[in-house]
Structures are given as structure tokens and as C-alpha cells.
T-cell receptor, first 111, second 113 residues
Framework: DADVTQTPRNRITKTGKRIMLECSQT?????MYWYRQDPGLGLRLIYY???????NKGEISDGYSVSRQAQAKFSLSLESAIPNQTALYFC??????????FGQGTRLTVV | KNQVEQSPQSLIILEGKNCTLQ??????????LRWYKQDTGRGPVSLTI?????NTKSNGRYTATLDADTKQSSLHITASQLSDSASYIC????????????FGKGTHLIIQP
């Protein structure tokens, strides 16, 4: 089983719909992150959490929200999806200054 | 503002040839630098990590170098294989800030038979 699991792997949704992307990890790490990857722009940080009760905005948090339900789970929500949120989304975990472990990604298309 | 610049943006080489990817960074304070390999449609996977005191580190056919004075790193791939086709991302960790990670945009490498 993967250390960092994202669901769904692919999703097509309509403009205005609410969608949730889920992430779970078995690494036992405290830190979890959500990134967005667009062609030519690299990975950009949306939100991050250092603990269950800790939520922090990243570089591009507008239009997104997150929930850290447990140490192992970190979900990303798009309250009202729009086409420019079409992208590849990655969840990652790390244990402080250690390597970041990435999930397999969720390809989201908003039509 | 912390930045990581990678070059070239894309590269095509023949199988069996060597290549070198470059990474220049302006990240302060510097903690470490990692090279990640990202296969198409997959998450990035760490290849090497370089700390301030390390000049070179190898992982099989991958060799990373770091010049902390000029703030440059390179990733050298020897005897390339078709499976090396991927994006290679340079990531620098700083001692502070949000997630402490600054990502380069990556070099897209294509190995042709």
C-alpha cells in the first residue's frame, strides 16, 4: 500500500459544484500539505497543517478550504469549482526537516 | 523572495548518453536541497538530498552536486535509460517560512531510443 493515498485519482466536475479531495497517510508524520501543479508553473502550496488543530494558508489558498480530521487525514475542498481550478493536485507529508512524501496525485477537471 | 530556477526547461537526448540538469537558488536561510523525479501522472519521488556541507552525492546513475557559495546545484545522469524520461524537480528547504520548501518548475527530460 502507498504511504500517501489520494482519492479520487481522477475527477471531472461541473462549474459551481462542491468537491472534496481526500488524502490519508501511513507515515505517522505530523505535517501534511496540499499542492497544485499546472504545466509550466511547478508545484504551488495551497494549504498546510503541522498538527490536527493547525491549518495554514499557502501561496494560493483562495477558493479552497481544508480539514485535518486526524493526524493521518487531510482533505481539500473546492466549495464552488471553477474551470481555472483544473489542475493536478498533490498531497504530501513530512516529518519536519525530512523528505516530503507525495501521493500519486488527483487530476481534477472542471467543465 | 525565495526562488529556484531550473534549466533547461526541457531536454531530449538519446538513450545511453549523459546529461546534466541545472538548479540555481536564492533561498535563505538554506537548510537542504533535494532533487525529485516525477514520472508522468505520478507524484514526485526523492532522488538525493544535499546539505550545506556536502559537495556531491550519488544515487546509482544519478549524481548531484552542490556549490553553496554560488548557490548552484546540478544533477548528472550517466548512461541514460528510457525509464529516465521524467520531470526532475529541484526543491530547496529553508530554515523558516510556511512549508519551508521552494520548488523549481522542473526540467522535462525525454530519452529517445
Amino acid at each position: 500500500d502507498a504511504d500517501v493515498t489520494q482519492t479520487p485519482r481522477n475527477r471531472i466536475t461541473k462549474t459551481g459544484k462542491r468537491i472534496m479531495l481526500e488524502c490519508s497517510q501511513t507515515k505517522g508524520h505530523d505535517r501534511m500539505y496540499w499542492y497544485r501543479q499546472d504545466p509550466g508553473l511547478g508545484l504551488r502550496l495551497i494549504y498546510y497543517s503541522f498538527d490536527v488543530k493547525d491549518i495554514n494558508k499557502g501561496e494560493i489558498s483562495d477558493g479552497y478550504s481544508v480539514s485535518r480530521q486526524a493526524q493521518a487525514k487531510f482533505s481539500l475542498s473546492l466549495e464552488s469549482a471553477i474551470p481555472n481550478q483544473t489542475a493536478l493536485y498533490f498531497c504530501a507529508t513530512s516529518g519536519g526537516n525530512t523528505e516530503a512524501f507525495f501521493g500519486q496525485g488527483t487530476r481534477l477537471t472542471v467543465v | 523572495k525565495n526562488q529556484v530556477e531550473q534549466s533547461p526547461q526541457s531536454l531530449i537526448i538519446l538513450e545511453g548518453k549523459n546529461c546534466t540538469l541545472q538548479c540555481n537558488y536564492t533561498v535563505s536561510p538554506f537548510s537542504n536541497l533535494r532533487w525529485y523525479k516525477q514520472d508522468t501522472g505520478r507524484g514526485p519521488v526523492s532522488l538525493t538530498i544535499m546539505t550545506f556541507s556536502e559537495n556531491t552525492k550519488s544515487n546509482g546513475r544519478y549524481t548531484a552536486t552542490l556549490d553553496a557559495d554560488t548557490k548552484q546545484s546540478s544533477l548528472h545522469i550517466t548512461a541514460s535509460q528510457l525509464s529516465d524520461s521524467a520531470s526532475y524537480i529541484c526543491v530547496v528547504r529553508s530554515g523558516g517560512g510556511a512549508d519551508g520548501l521552494t520548488f523549481g518548475k522542473g526540467t522535462h527530460l525525454i530519452i529517445q531510443p
